[in-house]
């Protein structure tokens, strides 16, 4: 049973250039969650997506934004690449119908994007 | 503002002791949950508690919720240098989970 797949694995872009990070959810998931995390710090929510819609949005800007295909995987994209993007891009996923309080997410390994 | 406050950032301690991390909140969480992360890797879930008061114990780890469903701690008994990682406890509310920003624990052999 496979569990989350994230790639690219590494990538490096400069600023002003644009992303595409990839997901492929734990099977019998439906949800995907994108978090940031700086080194040293912990993930930070960026957005959630359901039902091919964004559900939830952390406190980033207009340039993060997702998408979610009927087979439930994920893309994040980020436009106009900052040096502060710098970050281990993680993709969690979960199962809608369990209740909120019993829910729990799978992570996968992330995507290191460095920023020069 | 940080929601989920976490105690101590670093942590370095010998093997075979006794150590206890801490998450604090203002906020009420309907869920707390801890989970490890290794360098390279994703974070891993250890366990979830959700009622206040609530204790779980995995083997050397134990893990508390708050009365009032703020605070938890991650107790660990005889240390082990494969308890070393990065220890994050996260929070449930309004459908997603947010994150503290870790303890990160050395053990020492």
């Known amino acids: ?116 | 503002t940080q929601l989920l406050e976490q105690s101590p950032q670093f942590l370095s301690i010998q093997e075979g002791e006794n150590l206890t991390v801490y998450c604090n909140s203002s906020s009420v969480f309907s869920s707390l949950q801890w989970y490890r992360q290794e360098p390279g890797e994703g974070p891993v879930l250890l366990v979830t508690v959700v009622t206040g008061g609530e204790v779980k114990k995995l083997k050397r780890l134990t893990f508390q919720f708050g009365d009032a469903r703020k605070d938890s701690s991650l107790h660990i008994t005889a240390a082990q240098p494969g308890d070393t990682g990065l220890y994050l406890c996260a929070g449930g509310r309004d459908d997603k989970i947010i994150f503290g920003k870790g303890t990160r624990l050395h053990i020492l052999p």
């Open chain 1, 1 to 116: 049973d496979a569990g989350v797949t994230q790639s690219p694995t590494h990538l490096i872009k400069t600023r002003g250039q644009q992303v595409t990070l990839r997901c492929s959810p734990k099977s019998g998931h439906d949800t995907v969650s994108w978090y940031q995390q700086a080194l040293g710090q912990g993930p930070q929510f960026i957005f959630q997506y359901y039902e091919e819609e964004e559900r939830q949005r952390g406190n980033f800007p207009d340039r993060f934004s997702g998408h979610q295909f009927p087979n439930y995987s994920s893309e994040l994209n980020v436009n106009a690449l900052l040096l502060g993007d710098s970050a281990l891009y993680l993709c969690a996923s979960s199962f809608s119908l369990l209740p909120s309080g019993a829910n729990v997410l799978t992570f996968g390994a992330g995507s290191r994007l460095t920023v020069l």
